[in-house]
């Protein structure tokens, strides 16, 4: 049997502190995707059965129960004791916390708390930036603003995070942008943000980005709906030799695509959580196409998880099933010995992420 008795969540965010009603409850399950159909439920999709299989017995109920029943007993239970329950029971031993998600969202210290575990925090490079701007008067006390934040945060983060992927439209240039356009873009951008705007400026990005490299902490980049080698190829191999690590996060359904890359590039990495919780019940033959392309010491485990303690649950457990039946296949048929299947699980579980982000050994 392939144990991992450990998981490092090299990226996920806080939960909600607020009791949820159903409507609430199945929007975060959806993970912001609108509505369901009239007539239709987000428990009717393979993370929605996937929280139906896992969570329950967390609660004190049979697997697969109603999700009337479910919500009922998180009720019965109250936000902080279910929340408590669940993540307790993920097996998640280190969170590294994105903060930068709007809402009412347990930080860092209170998820370590209730999840009796470790976290640190990853900066969201935009986040940062627009709070910046609400705070400087000029172009040169925001740029220059900008780049003592940069600096600061890295004194206590773990990783920086960035949606320049989701929000530049196109494949990022190569190349950092020169002085001058970073002033020029700066400028129109403070002319016309209103406060609390949000930074998608394409150079600003580029920008920002080049900063968070000069920094030398990881950086993690989401992929959207992007093929992450189109949209990341460039920058990867001009940052290649720097010292700074590239993090693609959430590639599905470009996973093959993103390992490739990460196999590519002897900085880059890949996440594989998100990909297994969308998936669920498929989650080994997705895993096993990962498991195809990238280096196993440039694989990571994520939940991904954000509001609900069941997406934690969902994304260690789907892990963990999805690994345990790949490598243990690959025992079976004699094709890996146990111990290798064994020190593989444990590098993508949570090795290379201590590695990667400096976190020392378990």
Excluded at 97 to 126: K, N, Q, Y
Aim: charged share 15%; glycine share 14%; net charge neutral.
């Amino acid at each position: 049997m392939i144990e991992t008795p450990s998981l490092v969540d090299q990226h996920c965010h806080g939960i909600l502190r607020t009791e949820l009603g159903l409507g609430t409850f199945e929007a975060h399950l959806g993970r912001g995707e609108g509505p369901p159909a009239p007539g239709t439920t987000f428990f009717d999709t393979q993370t929605g059965f996937a929280v139906r299989r896992w969570c329950p017995p967390l609660l004190g109920l049979e697997a697969h129960c109603p999700p009337a029943r479910y919500l009922a007993r998180r009720r019965e239970l109250g936000v902080l004791a279910a929340g408590r329950r669940l993540l307790r029971g993920s097996g998640i031993t280190t969170y590294l916390v994105d903060t930068g998600l709007p809402g009412d969202l347990t930080g860092p210290g209170e998820l370590a708390s209730t999840g009796d575990a470790e976290a640190r925090e990853i900066v969201r490079l935009e986040l940062l930036a627009e709070q910046v701007a609400d705070t400087s008067g000029t172009v040169d006390s925001f740029l220059a603003n900008l780049a003592e934040s940069v600096h600061g945060a890295a004194a206590t983060a773990v990783a920086f995070t960035s949606l320049a992927g989701v929000r530049h439209g196109g494949a990022l240039p190569a190349e950092p942008p020169g002085p001058g356009e970073v002033r020029g873009a700066a400028g129109r951008w403070l002319a016309r943000r209103p406060v609390g705007g949000e930074l998608a400026d394409p150079l600003l990005l580029r920008h920002l980005l080049w900063i968070a490299v000069a920094s030398g902490l990881p950086l993690q980049l989401h992929t959207g709906s992007a093929d992450p080698r189109c949209a990341f190829g460039g920058f990867a191999r001009a940052t290649a030799g720097l010292g700074t690590d590239l993090v693609l996060l959430h590639g599905y359904p470009h996973h093959r695509t993103a390992a490739q890359l990460a196999g590519s590039f002897p900085h880059v990495y890949a996440d594989v959580g998100p990909a297994l919780a969308r998936t669920g019940a498929r989650a080994a033959a997705v895993l096993a196409e990962i498991l195809e392309l990238a280096p196993f010491g440039k694989l990571l485990f994520s939940s991904g998880a954000h509001g609900l303690p069941e997406l934690h649950v969902v994304g260690a457990q789907l892990f963990r099933e999805a690994l345990g039946r790949v490598l243990g296949t690959w025992v079976a048929e004699g094709a890996w010995s146990l111990t290798d299947a064994q020190r593989v699980a444990g590098m993508i579980a949570a090795g290379n992420a201590r590695r990667v982000y400096g976190l020392g050994d378990a």
